[in-house]
């Protein structure tokens, strides 16, 4: 997937300067938080909460088709006959019997795992953040897709790693791309801690690794001896019910695997967990253990008991014909309402479709005007750390209903095809602010 026509985004930071030069206790901060930055989707929250803003900005699942009702009364029993247990403190390791069910949803993507080599975190999210403070010293290299997830380059920028964007294409990761890019930084004398990679159903691109591209990848990365770390949030959202071997299957001593119930259960919850080598895992329960003690335990036994009471795989089932649903909505309205010019990626699952708009375009400057015009989006620029982007943006269909996705994307196609209109006519369009935000209203999505 290629970024063709984009230039580094060139914003004037200098009022976020002004503002940290306010700080008085900047001088006392350590130097690894300057790479800290707040992304651009927590920024956007609060205007794209509003209720009259059909948001295609963020990517909340839609849990309306949980049993809510059920997992009430199992929750109420939970406590009532275990809450001695569920409301102490636990192990850095995860609940034993969780981590036997992890191994069990796992198996369903052809990953044959022991409890033992689970790690429960605090969603994938703190697991990727665990496995970036293991691995990384100011100044190493991270491979990373090009676009690639937000919440990922926090982390790698919060550990002052650097970050190198692989060039995708339609079919995924493009494996000359990763063979050039890794060549170049050996010759610049760079280390390269890991690869880190969304194969199924990418965020924010949309896109999956193809089948006879995944062994290639792994060859290449075992072959210059660099880790590859797979985040594999949406792999069992697929639209055609048959998922994608994983990569921690094809190459288990290479491979360190993050998954998460966030998009197959419950976001609120947080609990995801890392499936990794037997001397990573180690380090892994070392790390938890000085960062949170133990991810909550009431959590991952109201997860257990889930997973144990309830038909979990015919939920599944049923996310995946509510995404496919939405999906389409967002298909067919990207085709009926886009001006000439405009491409999309066409995802078989997951939650997000990437869209490159013409040349000349702007998104993260086009952005104000599209909220004025009721409808918001996550500008490209967010999703890349070399300031990339500015002519695509992440479309999200997981969350509104697919009445609110169509009339959202003929929003955005008349907000587009004026701001192409103000390109052809005045070469530029001048820069305007964002409003104000409100407060947070449910449709989020």
Same mark, same amino acid.
């Given at each position: 997937?290629?970024?063709?026509?984009?230039?580094?985004?060139?914003?004037?930071h200098?009022?976020?300067?002004?503002?940290?030069?306010?700080?008085?206790?900047?001088?006392?901060?350590?130097?690894?938080?300057?790479?800290?930055?707040?992304?651009?989707?927590?920024?956007?929250?609060a205007?794209?909460?509003?209720?009259?803003?059909?948001?295609?900005?963020g990517?909340?699942p839609?849990?309306?088709?949980?049993?809510?009702d059920s997992?009430a009364?199992?929750?109420?029993?939970?406590?009532?006959?275990?809450?001695?247990?569920?409301?102490?403190?636990?192990?850095?390791?995860?609940?034993?019997?969780?981590?036997?069910?992890?191994?069990?949803?796992?198996a369903?993507e052809?990953?044959?795992?022991?409890?033992?080599?689970?790690?429960?975190?605090?969603?994938?999210?703190?697991?990727?953040?665990?496995?970036t403070?293991?691995?990384?010293?100011?100044?190493?290299? *991270? /491979?990373?897709?090009?676009?690639?997830?937000? %919440?990922? #380059? +926090?982390?790698? &920028?919060?550990?002052?790693?650097?970050v190198v964007?692989?060039?995708?294409?339609e079919?995924?990761?493009q494996?000359?791309?990763?063979?050039?890019?890794?060549?170049?930084?050996?010759?610049?004398?760079k280390?390269?801690?890991?690869l880190?990679?969304?194969?199924?159903?990418?965020?924010?691109?949309?896109?999956?690794?193809?089948?006879?591209?995944?062994?290639?990848v792994?060859?290449?990365?075992r072959?210059?001896? *660099? /880790?590859?770390?797979?985040?594999?949030?949406y %792999?069992l #959202? +697929?639209?055609? &019910?048959?998922?994608?071997?994983?990569?921690?299957?094809?190459?288990?001593?290479?491979?360190?695997y993050?998954?998460?119930?966030?998009?197959?259960?419950?976001?609120?919850l947080?609990?995801?967990?890392?499936?990794?080598?037997?001397a990573?895992?180690?380090?892994?329960?070392?790390?938890a253990?000085?960062?949170?003690?133990c991810p909550?335990?009431?959590?991952?036994?109201?997860?257990?008991?889930?997973?144990?009471?309830?038909?979990?795989?015919?939920?599944?089932k049923?996310?995946?014909e509510?995404?496919?649903?939405?999906?389409?909505?967002?298909?067919?309205?990207?085709?009926?309402?886009?001006?000439?010019?405009?491409?999309?990626t066409?995802?078989?699952?997951?939650?997000?479709?990437?869209?490159?708009?013409?040349?000349?375009?702007?998104?993260?400057?086009?952005?104000?005007?599209?909220?004025?015009?009721?409808?918001?989006y996550?500008?490209?620029?967010?999703?890349?750390?070399?300031?990339?982007?500015?002519r695509?943006?992440r479309?999200?269909?997981?969350?509104?209903t697919?009445e609110?996705?169509?009339?959202?994307?003929?929003r955005l196609?008349?907000?587009?095809?004026?701001?192409m209109?103000?390109?052809r006519?005045f070469?530029?369009?001048?820069?305007?602010?964002?409003?104000?935000?409100?407060?947070?209203s449910?449709?989020?999505?």
């Amino acid at each position: 997937m290629s970024d063709q026509g984009s230039q580094p985004d060139q914003t004037d930071h200098s009022v976020d300067k002004a503002a940290r030069n306010l700080d008085a206790y900047r001088a006392r901060y350590a130097e690894r938080t300057a790479g800290m930055t707040a992304s651009e989707i927590r920024a956007l929250f609060a205007v794209a909460s509003r209720p009259e803003v059909v948001s295609l900005a963020g990517g909340m699942p839609n849990l309306a088709a949980l049993p809510l009702d059920s997992l009430a009364t199992e929750v109420a029993r939970l406590v009532s006959e275990d809450g001695q247990v569920a409301l102490q403190y636990g192990s850095a390791h995860g609940v034993p019997e969780l981590r036997e069910q992890i191994c069990e949803v796992m198996a369903l993507e052809g990953i044959s795992a022991h409890p033992d080599d689970v790690v429960v975190t605090a969603g994938s999210q703190m697991g990727l953040d665990m496995v970036t403070r293991i691995f990384c010293d100011p100044g190493d290299v *991270i /491979l990373a897709e090009g676009p690639s997830y937000v %919440g990922a #380059l +926090g982390s790698f &920028g919060a550990y002052q790693a650097e970050v190198v964007h692989v060039a995708m294409d339609e079919d995924g990761l493009q494996p000359e791309a990763l063979r050039q890019a890794i060549a170049d930084l050996e010759k610049q004398g760079k280390r390269i801690k890991f690869l880190y990679t969304i194969p199924n159903f990418h965020n924010p691109g949309g896109i999956t690794l193809a089948k006879e591209r995944r062994a290639e990848v792994l060859e290449i990365c075992r072959q210059a001896d *660099i /880790l590859v770390v797979e985040d594999n949030p949406y %792999g069992l #959202l +697929g639209f055609d &019910g048959q998922p994608y071997p994983a990569l921690r299957s094809m190459d288990p001593d290479n491979v360190v695997y993050l998954g998460s119930f966030s998009k197959t259960f419950a976001s609120g919850l947080r609990v995801g967990w890392v499936l990794a080598p037997l001397a990573i895992r180690e380090k892994l329960v070392l790390t938890a253990e000085s960062a949170t003690l133990c991810p909550p335990t009431l959590n991952q036994m109201i997860v257990s008991r889930y997973l144990s009471t309830h038909d979990w795989q015919g939920q599944i089932k049923i996310f995946q014909e509510q995404y496919r649903e939405r999906r389409d909505a967002m298909m067919s309205a990207l085709e009926q309402h886009m001006p000439a010019g405009c491409t999309w990626t066409k995802p078989e699952g997951g939650f997000f479709v990437w869209l490159t708009v013409p040349e000349g375009v702007d998104t993260k400057a086009m952005l104000p005007r599209a909220v004025t015009q009721r409808v918001a989006y996550v500008s490209g620029t967010g999703f890349y750390r070399d300031g990339f982007g500015s002519r695509q943006m992440r479309l999200s269909y997981c969350y509104p209903t697919p009445e609110r996705i169509r009339e959202g994307v003929r929003r955005l196609a008349n907000t587009l095809s004026e701001e192409m209109e103000l390109v052809r006519t005045f070469g530029t369009v001048p820069p305007r602010s964002v409003p104000g935000p409100q407060a947070p209203s449910p449709d989020t999505a």
